[in-house]
T-cell receptor, first 112, second 112 residues
Framework: GEDVEQSLFLSVREGDSSVINCTYT??????LYWYKQEPGAGLQLLTYIFSNMDMKQDQRLTVLLNKKDKHLSLRIADTQTGDSAIYFCAERDAGGSYIPTFGRGTSLIVHP | EAGVAQSPRYKIIEKRQSVAFWCNPISGHATLYWYQQILGQGPKLLIQ????????DSQLPKDRFSAERLKGVDSTLKIQPAKLEDSAVYLC??????????FGEGSWLTVV
């Protein structure tokens, strides 16, 4: 099975909060990332969290990490139409070659 | 700081033809990655370089794909001969050792 799993779609109304969830299997993960991909564009790093943290806030973005359950979430407050994109969760361990593993991405659709 | 540069942005070729993609990483980044992103999926690592040496190419289809980073800076990824299933976005990324990975905008390949 996949090492990183995400739900494929999320639809929210403009102004509401969005919560995108991710689960991972590698217990040695040290870095967990959220990337955003807009149509026709590459991946833009949104935020990341170290595994020794359980929360990180950056303006409208809040990342929550539950290491016990290997669950990561990204909350976007006051979601705007410009937030419509695909959001990828990725995890990386500290050993070996530092290669991150990506989920399949969650398509966030924001409607007026 | 300039980002990861890739070219060409778009390429359409017929099956069995060849194609080459070029990447210029962020200045000073020793690690360079090539990812393949098929529509609807997350990025999959093809090859990772540390300076001009290959760290991991276990998922590179070596019968048709090749990559090089001769002087430890720019890199090229070549596909010869291309198959229909190679239609994807080829993402180049770079990082300094152990740190966050930054992606280029990708090279979109369509094989017809």
């Amino acid at each position: 099975g996949e090492d990183v799993e995400q739900s494929l779609f999320l639809s929210v109304r403009e102004g509401d909060s969005s919560v995108i969830n991710c689960t991972y299997t590698d217990s040695s993960s040290t870095y967990l990332y959220w990337y955003k991909q807009e149509p026709g564009a590459g991946l833009q790093l949104l935020t990341y969290i170290f595994s020794n943290m359980d929360m990180k806030q950056d303006q409208r973005l809040t990342v929550l990490l539950n290491k016990k359950d290997k669950h990561l979430s990204l909350r976007i407050a006051d979601t705007q139409t410009g937030d419509s994109a695909i959001y990828f969760c990725a995890e990386r361990d500290a050993g070996g070659s530092y290669i991150p593993t990506f989920g399949r991405g969650t398509s966030l659709i924001v409607h007026p | 700081e300039a980002g990861v540069a890739q070219s060409p942005r778009y390429k359409i070729i017929e099956k069995r033809q060849s194609v080459a993609f070029w990447c210029n990483p962020i200045s000073g980044h020793a690690t360079l990655y090539w990812y393949q992103q098929i529509l609807g999926q997350g990025p999959k690592l093809l090859i990772q370089f540390q300076n001009n040496g290959v760290v991991d190419d276990s998922q590179l289809p070596k019968d048709r794909f090749s990559a090089e980073r001769l002087k430890g800076v720019d890199s090229t990824l070549k596909i010869q001969p291309a198959k229909l299933e190679d239609s994807a976005v080829y993402l180049c990324a770079s990082s300094s050792l152990g740190n966050t990975i930054y992606f280029g905008e990708g090279s979109w390949l369509t094989v017809v």
